[in-house]
């Protein structure tokens, strides 16, 4: 994961922060359950970062640059 921002209501215990952010990083599904509960492929569900990191080389092959 990259960029995680939190925000803590109410105990901002170190011990509970800890605590409730492993929870949470438990309960995150991945691409491929999100996708299978929705009927999706991965693809559908994950979609093209704005930096084209994710585009696929065929899409980028007939391109003159």
Avoid at 32 to 50: E, P, T, W
């Amino acid at each position: 994961m990259q960029d995680v921002v939190g925000k803590s209501v109410g105990s901002s215990n170190p011990y509970n922060m800890v605590r409730a952010t492993f929870e949470a990083l438990k309960a995150q599904s991945s691409p491929r359950q999100v996708a299978a509960k929705r009927g999706k492929k991965v693809s559908d569900v994950i979609g093209r970062r704005a930096d084209g990191a994710s585009t696929p080389a065929a899409d980028t092959a007939d391109v003159e640059g």
